[in-house]
Nanobody
Framework: QVQVVESGGGLVQPGGSLRLSCAAS????????MGWYRQTPGKQRELVAR???????NYADVAKGRFTISRDNAKNTVTLQMNSLRPEDTAVYYC?????????WGQGTQVTVSS
C-alpha cells in the first residue's frame, strides 16, 4: 500500500522556472532511487533525472546545468527544480520511487513551456 503523488506542474514562459514535487506515502520500508521521467506524444519516454538514497544524481544531457534534483529522506519526497525552461521541455512528468522489488509511479503532472 504505497502512493506516489506529484504536484507543481503548470504553464511557464520560455526561460522561466518551475519546481515539481513528489511525495511517497503508505507502507514504506525503504526507498532506493527516486527520479523523474517525461513523456510527450510521439516521442519515447525519457529519463530526466534520478537520485539515489545517498544523494548521487544523474541527469539527461538536456537537463544538465538547468535542472536540479534533490530529496528529503525523512519526508520521502523528491523535488525537481527546473530553470531556463524551453518549449521542448513540454511534457507530462512522472515521478517514480524504487522500493525493494518494485517501482512505484506517480500519476503525472503536465508541464507546458510556451510564450
Amino acid at each position: 500500500q504505497v502512493q506516489v503523488v506529484e504536484s507543481g506542474g503548470g504553464l511557464v514562459q520560455p526561460g522561466g522556472s518551475l519546481r515539481l514535487s513528489c511525495a511517497a506515502s503508505g507502507s514504506i520500508s525503504s526507498i532506493y532511487s527516486m527520479g523523474w521521467y517525461r513523456q510527450t506524444p510521439g516521442k519515447q519516454r525519457e529519463l530526466v533525472a534520478r537520485i539515489s538514497s545517498r544523494g548521487t544524481t544523474n541527469y539527461a544531457d538536456v537537463a544538465k546545468g538547468r535542472f536540479t534534483i534533490s530529496r528529503d529522506n525523512a519526508k520521502n519526497t523528491v523535488t525537481l527544480q527546473m530553470n531556463s525552461l524551453r518549449p521542448e521541455d513540454t511534457a507530462v512528468y512522472y515521478c517514480y520511487a524504487d522500493m525493494p522489488g518494485l517501482r512505484y509511479w506517480g500519476q503525472g503532472t503536465q508541464v507546458t513551456v510556451s510564450s
